[in-house]
């Protein structure tokens, strides 16, 4: 199959790469030759991954430890990619989740999730976007959520700012359709990562309570997202039954049953 972004081309920047869809895009973009800058908050972890694609794949591996929630590090992230000329793709995948109701959990959690899923977002689209206009066929892709079409008590900080990754990706998708940059949100559902082995999470939640059939596997959601991106589909989820679970959400004869499923996570 022939690819929107031939293998390759360019250099694929990744945040969150540490581990998960993260690593897993960084795995599947190296084995199509791209060169790689990965950050995240834990060095080791990139260090280790890099090393790998090095000897696996032959590619040139960056290691840049950064934490989105601190402003000289995204500053330095921002600069970084500006005015770069062989930016393929940008992944804008680092992520996390909370839970509990919005007026119990620690104040500085909303302002971090602002900071890591939209500001460092929206800079470093802004900041890229020059360098991805004028190499020619490159992406952005926008690591958002099923959680980002349906508004659920429990976790309003998360739905919220992947929604707004839903709706920045569509609309900058728009500005960019005369160039060769495409721009997608990516909306996993439940995928099997270590995003819910927090804390935070293993208190009041357990993998158990989600039905099987509804996990996938962190190499299928890249599957599905680079795919979606050869045939230029700008929101991407990650299956038929979320985009049914969606649909049903959405209908006004589900939302009382909605209601009752977030009462049980606001607890």
């Known amino acids: 199959m022939d690819h929107f972004i031939a293998g390759g081309a360019g250099t694929a920047f990744i945040t969150g790469a540490s581990s998960g869809i993260g690593a897993t895009f960084a795995r599947t973009l190296a084995e199509r030759g791209h060169g790689l800058i990965l950050t995240a908050r834990r060095e080791e972890r990139l260090q280790a991954l890099a090393g790998e694609l090095r000897e696996r794949f032959g590619v040139h591996a960056e290691v840049v430890p950064a934490d989105l929630t601190r402003d000289t590090d995204l500053d330095r992230l921002v600069e970084l990619v500006s005015g770069?000329?062989?930016?393929?793709?940008?992944?804008?995948?680092?992520?996390?989740?909370?839970m509990g109701r919005f007026v119990d959990i620690d104040a500085a959690k909303p302002r971090n999730m602002l900071r890591v899923h939209c500001e460092a977002a929206v800079r470093l689209s802004h900041a890229a976007l020059p360098?991805?206009?004028?190499?020619?066929?490159?992406?952005?892709?926008?690591?958002?959520s099923v959680a980002g079409f349906v508004a659920a008590g429990g976790s309003a900080m998360y739905g919220s700012t992947k929604a707004f990754l839903i709706a920045f990706s569509e609309a900058l998708g728009l500005e960019l359709r005369d160039t060769e940059v495409r721009v997608q949100a990516l909306c996993p559902g439940f995928t099997y990562t270590e995003f819910h082995d927090s804390p935070e999470f293993k208190a009041r939640w357990d993998r158990s309570d989600i039905p099987k059939m509804l996990w996938l596997s962190a190499e299928r959601v890249v599957h599905i997202s680079l795919r979606a991106l050869d045939r230029n589909r700008p929101v991407c989820v990650?299956?038929?039954?979320?985009?049914?679970?969606?649909?049903?959400?959405?209908n006004p004869l589900m939302r009382p049953l909605l209601r009752r499923f977030s009462k049980r996570r606001e607890r």
């Open 131 to 144: 360098g991805m206009i004028a190499l020619g066929r490159a992406a952005i892709i926008n690591v958002s």
């Open 238 to 250: 990650t299956g038929f039954r979320y985009r049914l679970i969606i649909a049903l959400a959405r």
């Open 84 to 98: 770069r000329e062989d930016l393929s793709y940008l992944v804008n995948n680092a992520g996390f989740g909370t």
